[in-house]
C-alpha cells in the first residue's frame, strides 16, 4: 500500500482538535516505530494525559526502543506474530526473524520489569493464512513464554478490494475458495480458547478504566461492526470502519466539518445503522467480519 507518514505538526492539530481524547492509537497500515517522529508524537500525547495504544511487528525492540517506549508510558503494545514457525514466519513477514522478535518481546517486559514500569502491556495479534490456520494455541504459548499478557486477536487474508491490487497472484488464489471460511472459522474456535490462557482487550481496556466494550454503541445491534471508534485516513477523511480505507463522502472529512457535522449527516447515520443490522454497504465486500 502507498506509505505515508502523518507529519508531527498535523498530528498536533488533531490532537489541538479533539481537546477531549482520552486514549489514542498510533497505528497505521506501515511500522509505527518506523516514524522518526514516533516518540515525540507519542511524548505529545502523554503529556496532555491521553493514553497512548499502538501495534508493532515487533522487530525494533532494541535496548534504546524499549527504554524509550517505558519512558514515554505508552500504555499497550501489541505484537503482530503471524506464525510459532521461523521460516513460515519469515515468509509471510518478508525476511522477519522470528527469534528476534521474540527476543525483543522479552527485552521489553523484562526492562518494564526491572525497572519499575508499570507500562507498556504487551499484546498479540496476527494474520493467518491456510497453512497456519492451526497455529493460534502454539503461538500464544510462545508469546505468553516471552512476556505476552493479553489477546487481541487473528484476523485472515483481508479480502476487500483496497488490498486486492497489493497481493502477488498466488495470493488471489486463496481468497475465493473455502480456505478463507476455513481460517475464520479457526481463528473463532481457537481464539476462546486462547482466552484461557491470556487476557482479552475488553478486560485490560475495564482495568484500565478505557471504555471499549467492543460491542458497538449503546443501541447497537450487532458486535464486531460500527466499533466505538471512527478510522481517521491522513487525508481527514474518516469511516465508521477501519476495514473501510475508501472514503465515502466527501462530507465525512475533518477538515471541513467537525466530528458532530459528521456524526448528524444522514449517509454517515444511515451506514452505521446498516452495519449494526448486518445489512452491509459495498464497502463491506468480502470482509471477513460479515460472516462472524
Ligand atoms: C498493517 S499491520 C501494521 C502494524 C505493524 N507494522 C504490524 O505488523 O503489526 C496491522 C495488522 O494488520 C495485519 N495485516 C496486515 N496486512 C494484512 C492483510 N493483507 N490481511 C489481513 N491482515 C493484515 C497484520 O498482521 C497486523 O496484525
Not at 527476543?103 to 507500562?119: E, N, P, V
Amino acid at each position: 500500500m502507498e506509505q505515508k507518514d502523518i507529519t508531527v505538526e498535523d498530528f498536533r492539530h488533531v490532537l489541538d482538535n479533539f481537546p477531549t481524547v482520552r486514549t489514542i492509537a498510533l497505528v497505521g497500515e506501515g511500522e509505527p516505530l518506523m516514524h522518526k517522529g514516533f516518540f515525540e508524537m507519542a511524548r505529545m500525547a502523554t503529556d496532555r494525559g491521553i493514553r497512548v495504544v499502538t501495534l508493532s511487528n515487533g522487530s525494533t525492540f532494541s535496548s534504546s526502543n524499549v527504554k524509550k517506549i517505558c519512558a514515554v508510558g505508552i500504555v499497550y503494545i501489541s505484537v503482530s506474530i503471524d506464525s510459532f514457525d521461523p521460516s513460515t514466519f519469515a515468509a509471510s513477514r518478508i525476511g522477519g526473524d522470528l527469534t528476534q522478535v521474540l527476543t525483543g518481546i522479552k527485552r521489553l517486559a523484562d526492562y518494564r520489569d526491572s525497572h519499575g514500569f508499570q507500562y507498556p502491556r504487551i499484546g498479540l495479534k496476527g494474520t493467518l493464512f491456510d497453512q497456519t490456520q492451526n497455529q493460534i494455541p502454539a503461538i500464544v504459548a510462545m508469546a505468553k513464554s516471552h512476556g505476552v499478557e493479553i489477546f487481541e486477536g487473528f484476523q485472515p487474508l483481508n479480502p476487500m478490494s483496497t488490498y486486492l491490487p497489493i497481493y502477488p497472484t498466488e495470493k488471489l488464489k486463496a481468497l475465493d475458495t473455502d480456505e478463507m471460511g476455513q481460517v475464520t472459522a479457526a481463528i473463532l474456535r481457537d481464539s476462546a480458547k486462547a482466552l484461557t490462557q491470556l487476557k482479552s482487550v475488553s478486560q485490560f481496556c475495564e482495568d484500565e478504566g478505557i471504555a471499549l466494550s467492543k460491542n458497538g454503541r449503546g443501541n447497537g445491534l450487532r458486535p464486531n461492526c460500527d466499533e466505538e471508534w471512527v478510522y481517521a485516513l491522513l487525508s481527514g477523511d474518516i469511516t465508521p470502519c477501519c476495514q473501510i480505507k475508501t472514503p465515502i463522502s466527501s462530507n465525512w472529512n475533518l477538515t471541513s466539518h467537525t466530528l458532530d457535522e459528521v456524526f448528524a449527516d444522514t449517509l454517515y447515520e444511515n451506514t452505521r445503522f446498516n452495519l449494526w443490522n448486518g445489512l452491509f454497504p459495498d464497502h463491506c465486500k468480502g470482509c471477513f467480519k460479515t460472516n462472524v
